[in-house]
């Protein structure tokens, strides 16, 4: 053989395996830039599969069966952290991360209390989880001086039923669901006391004639059509309502308010399963998204707060001002931030919901 077809056949080699590499990426829906994927297959050769999911208890029971057949997965931080222990992550090779310098340090060290060290996650995005309401609809039952940023909307049985006519939808959420039942009533909102969880299922359980449904992603169009006028739901999810509602130019107006009881603050995590096929192609998924333009592209696009400093430059200036979306500091203190439910509470917490959900 020719000394120089030695020396290239390697390279060769290298260069078709590259072509060939595919990262399977299971994300929330609605949750990345139109041009994310495009613009990381082109840098990196690899092809991405992307699946997307609107629960967290989907990806965990995706993850406890095993060969999901995902390189990189996004679950909140509140059960990213009590899926660590169970051995569903592998570690990350920091040293195939390099644009975690650009993360903001605050941020790092507020979801190591899911992932201690941050040895097996890094924060896709984070937000709040609050109300979106159709202005219109809302106000003529309520008035211009009803509660349009309390959870009595939700709450109060009184409130409630005027808004019963017009819709409204809640999260099928449980942990978070409950969380916020908990806070309103001056519980402590990760308590895993029988007698709270009583209490948050007598709430729902006087209200609950007036809820239309419980789904987590179906109420980013029907606010928008104005087939719901309230919704629990996730910041950028109601800004997406907020969005189509304008285009569409029927006449709805679509607000999201973090109310003034306080509402919850969460972390979405990317990390790599253990069994993941493809750690090395996750890792580059990973550093990727983490280039402050990439992370900025996705934040202008999807509306929810990205944890990376360096991205700042890159944001839209009228969403970074946003305190809905980058709360202030006052704000920030009136959140409480969900926590990983010990299995013996789930029980528990499993039941409630069902019986929530179908009213008995
Ligand atoms: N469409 C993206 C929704 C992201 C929601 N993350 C949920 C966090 C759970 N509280």
Request: with cysteine.
């Amino acid at each position: 053989m020719h000394k120089s077809c030695l020396i290239t056949l390697p390279f060769a080699l290298m260069a078709s395996s590259a072509i060939a590499q595919t990262v399977n990426v299971y994300n929330w829906s609605d949750y990345i830039a139109e041009d994310t994927i495009e613009q990381f297959e082109a840098q990196t050769g690899i092809s991405v599969n992307y699946d997307v999911f609107d629960s967290n208890e989907i990806v965990e029971a995706k993850l406890l069966a095993g060969n999901s057949g995902y390189d990189v997965v996004v679950p909140s931080g509140f059960f990213l952290e009590r899926q660590i222990p169970l051995g569903l992550f592998q570690p990350l090779d920091k040293s195939k991360l390099p644009n975690l310098a650009n993360l903001d340090p605050e941020i790092t060290a507020r979801v190591a209390e899911h992932d201690p060290g941050n040895e097996y996650a890094v924060t896709y995005m984070w937000g709040t989880t609050g109300l979106g309401y159709d202005i219109g609809a809302v106000t003529e039952r309520l008035g211009e001086d009803g509660p349009l940023e309390s959870w009595d909307m939700l709450f109060d049985p009184e409130i409630a039923a005027k808004l019963a006519d017009c819709g409204i939808a809640a999260l099928d959420a449980p942990v978070e669901m409950v969380a916020i039942a908990l806070n309103y009533l001056g519980l402590d909102p990760n308590s895993e006391d029988p007698a709270d969880l009583e209490a948050a299922e007598e709430l729902y359980a006087s209200v609950r004639p007036y809820i239309r449904y419980f789904h987590s992603s179906q109420y980013i169009s029907d606010l928008a059509n104005g087939e719901v006028c309230l919704s629990v739901g996730y910041s950028g999810d109601v800004f997406i309502a907020v969005d189509r509602a304008a285009e569409a130019d029927r006449g709805v107006e679509v607000t999201y308010v973090i109310p003034t009881e306080g509402a919850s603050l969460w972390f979405d995590m990317m990390a790599i399963p253990a069994d993941a096929p493809n750690p090395e192609a996750a890792h580059a998924f990973i550093n990727f998204i983490l280039e402050p333009e990439i992370s900025a592209g996705i934040t202008n696009y999807v509306w929810y707060a990205n944890p990376n400093a360096a991205a700042d430059a890159f944001v839209d200036p009228e969403i970074l001002a946003d305190p809905a979306i980058y709360p202030t500091e006052a704000v920030m203190a009136n959140l409480f931030a969900p926590k990983a439910r010990t299995p013996g509470y789930d029980r528990l917490l499993t039941r409630a919901w069902t019986r929530i959900k179908t009213g008995q």
